[in-house]
C-alpha cells in the first residue's frame, strides 16, 4: 500500500523559510515522480513542484517560486523535500505531496501540459499548512 506523509508547515513571517517533507512508503521510490502541489484560502490547488525519483531532474510550475523553492529528495530515506525560502504571504496555502507511482513522466517535464491533469494519477498525503504573516 502506497502511503505519502507530509510534515514540516508551520506559521513564519515574510521573508523567512520552511522545509517540507514527503515521506513515502510502499512503492520503489526511485522509480517515480513526486510532485508538491498547493491550495490556498479561497483557491484551486496548483502545482508547485516535482522531481524524478530516478533521474532528480526537477520541474517549477511557474516563475513565482522559481528561486525561491527548491525540490530535493533523499533516496536512502524514500523522502522528498520542498525548500522554501523568501516566504511570502502569497505563499500561504496547505502543501500537499503526490506520489505519482507507476506513472510515465512528471509535471512540468511537458511544455504546456496541465499539471492538474496528473491529480487523479497518484497517492496524495493529508497536507502540511503553511501561513506567512506580512
Known amino acids: 500500500q502506497v502511503t505519502v506523509v507530509e510534515s514540516g508547515g508551520g506559521s513564519v513571517q515574510a521573508g523567512g523559510s520552511l522545509r517540507l517533507s514527503c515521506a513515502a512508503s510502499?512503492?520503489?521510490?526511485?522509480?517515480?515522480?513526486i510532485a508538491w502541489f498547493r491550495q490556498g484560502p479561497g483557491k484551486e490547488r496548483e502545482g508547485v513542484a516535482s522531481?524524478?525519483?530516478?533521474?532528480?531532474?526537477?520541474?517549477y510550475a511557474d516563475d513565482s517560486v522559481k528561486g525561491r523553492f527548491t525540490i530535493s529528495k533523499d533516496n536512502a530515506k524514500s523522502t522528498a523535500f520542498l525548500q522554501m525560502n523568501s516566504l511570502k504571504p502569497e505563499d500561504t496555502a496547505m502543501y500537499y505531496c503526490?506520489?505519482?507511482?507507476?506513472?510515465?513522466?512528471?509535471?512540468?517535464?511537458?511544455?504546456?501540459?496541465?499539471?492538474?491533469?496528473?491529480?487523479?494519477?497518484?497517492?496524495w498525503g493529508q497536507g502540511t499548512q503553511v501561513s506567512v504573516s506580512s
Open positions: 510502499g512503492f520503489t521510490f526511485t522509480s517515480d515522480c
Open positions: 522531481i524524478n525519483t530516478n533521474t532528480g531532474t526537477t520541474f
Open positions: 503526490l506520489a505519482l507511482v507507476g506513472v510515465a513522466g512528471c509535471p512540468g517535464a511537458l511544455l504546456g501540459e496541465s499539471w492538474s491533469s496528473y491529480a487523479r494519477l497518484g497517492v
